[in-house]
């Protein structure tokens, strides 16, 4: 068969009309919704993984307990069934929050406790001699973390928390259980009047792709960058 004749074929082009028609709803659910979830819940949980970090190596066994079991529950249960309870258990006790703020609150809590490891990782490969050369001038605990300490552990934890947002863009697609409507929902909505689930799935993972391939490509420059600075 011939190219020209594949594209008036009457079956290709009924495809290649519900690949159009799709295409912009699916893009403004990504730029819409997604994209602006996976900001506001990354920046919330890198808030939380700091704290929490930091209370895991702090002296006080009480904040090390407090940290260390807020991880284990959180790295020990599946994220859906975090954001079930928190969409569909909490009504139960009555309280009830929206599928937005659901979502903000189940991703945020994930991406705390995740990415509390890796900054923790972070500062502990800060050689102790930082610490003494900080101490030795003047500067107490806090200024020698602020200072010193945090700029450093910042240039080791970019690439594993560069992956953790890429990844946390693709997990989203879980926020479509709670009737949240981004990207993901939106195709399910559109597969679900058209009854092209495999074509219009494909589309939206081939949008997901393509997001993560630039947000990949923006790491690398970002890494590049801050080679600049580190004595090779």
Known sequence: M?????????????????????????VKGAFYYTIPLTLITFAIGL????????????NMKVLQWMARAYVSIIRGTPLLVQLFIIF????????????????????????????????????????????????SIGMTNLQALRRVVLPQATRVS???????????????SLASTITYTEMFRKAQEIAATNYHFLLVYT??????WIICIGLSFVQDR???RLDQYVAK
């Open 88 to 135: 569909f258990g909490l009504p139960s006790v009555g309280v009830t929050i929206n599928p937005l703020y659901s979502a903000i609150i189940g991703f945020s809590l994930n991406m705390g406790a995740y990415n509390s490891e890796i900054i923790r990782a972070a500062i502990l490969s800060i050689p102790k001699g930082q610490w003494e050369a900080s101490h």
């Open 203 to 208: 589309e939206a993972a081939v949008i997901y």
């Open 158 to 172: 970019i690439p594993p928390l560069s992956n953790s947002f890429i990844g946390l863009i693709k997990d989203t």
């Open 47 to 58: 808030v939380l993984a700091v704290i929490t970090a930091l209370m895991r190596l702090s």
């Open 2 to 26: 011939y190219l020209s004749n594949i594209f008036t074929d009457p079956e290709m082009e009924k495809y290649i009309d519900i690949i159009v028609s799709s295409f912009l709803p699916l």
């Open 222 to 224: 970002v890494e590049n």
